[in-house]
């Protein structure tokens, strides 16, 4: 029966996976691929012009859109390299199969994204159903207790994250914070696994948490707190005969970092934000009362107006029990929520021309783990009302980040409401979905799959 019990919630996570990714695949669209052509820019310059500065790229396209700064001649992203190197090994596969961006751009920059950062959060998505699943309530039956989690909670949570928060907008686009908060996510559920004594194959647990927390840093520069918040985690856990692993894994997430820096800037430790420090000030920690005051406000309008699952997940984690809250899992998630928040709370910079709160994308999977926080209340009345807040919250939150994961996610002039942008531009624009074609028919066929094994596992479990 566990055997059996096992390849079910296997079977499960595969479906949920294909049917986010496939549906982030399906969404891509020329609006994007054209206004974030920078990261496809990086990928170009690295397979086909064997470096890593900008020039000579994509003939025809815009070069200089932003986040571009020079060094000892040549023009750099003003970002890390992750985001390239990952879209470098999936060009190399294309152009040899005969794509190249100059021939066919859009399919080419699809395909790439299609291959990075779909991936990446699609895995992160499924990511947080099993961390639900960990902290979601026991089920409850007539005469006695089940130690199987209830299904809807974690459903719930891994959607509510997955398609009603900022990342289902950026899912689409090679960039480098959604990528980040894919790597993140993953991170923690292995370094939750490693908290269970049992753990199968632990090394590799070690050496692959290390793996994606020096990735995320390789990505992205925004949830470098969390991820160290994540490495005392990990000490915490005292499992001293996995720390070599574990910090293999973490230098080799950081050392194409760190070859990038010593390449381009000559010191492994001189990050791009840095090395064009004088163009990009805004992006460093500085302390004025009025800029956190004006952050706050404009980051409490800008979640509710495009995430508000994200509040009702904020609200969710009083309604744990006091035994999970003082869990050192769920207290180190509250903590790299501080930091984070810290950090963007206190940068001049608020994102220009996003779609949401994007600096707050890291945030965004663990602040949903708090809708678990729910499946704690006493009755079944109650669970019903959050139930149905939480399909109406989740209702708008899908809406607004369809639109945006759909018509793009460039929003300029920077502050206005992207979302009514958009849907007035439904009427006059036309955009290209690359692979949508190839995509929808198999995008219906794993719902149906995902729907009809949610229906066993409803039956076999609760």
Known sequence: MKKLTTISSHRLCVLLFLVLWLAYGAAINSANLLDFDLQQIGVEAMVERGHFYLEHSLPGHRQSKGDVFTYRGHNYAAKQPGQFMLGAMVYWLLHKLGLSYVDNYLLSSALVTFFTTSVVVAASGVGIFQIARELTAPCENL??????????????????????????????????????????????????????????????????????????????????????????????????????SFLFGLLAGLLPLFIYDAVNFGNPFLLPNFAGAAAFPDTFFYFDPNNLGDKLASYARSVMSYAPVVVLGLVGFSYYPRRVKRDPALLTLLAALLVLVAYVFNIKSDGDCQFGPRYLLPAMPFACLGIVGFSYLATATQRRIAGLSLGLAGAVSFSVNLVGALRGAMNCPHGSNAFWQRLESLQFTNLAYPLAPWLLLPLLLCTVLLLWQLRAERKANC
């Open 143 to 244: 005469t006695h207790r089940v130690e199987t989690p209830r299904l809807f909670w974690p459903l719930a949570t891994a959607s509510s994250y997955s398609l009603g928060t900022t990342v289902f907008a950026y899912s689409g686009i090679a960039q480098h914070d959604a990528l980040a908060s894919g790597y993140l996510v993953i991170a923690f559920y292995l370094l939750l696994r490693l908290s269970k004594e049992k753990a199968r194959r632990p090394a590799a647990k070690a050496l692959l948490a290390g793996l994606f927390l020096g990735l995320t840093v390789t990505t992205s520069v925004l949830p470098v707190f969390m991820v160290a918040t994540f490495v005392l985690y990990f000490l915490y856990l005292r499992r001293w005969r996995l720390l070599p």
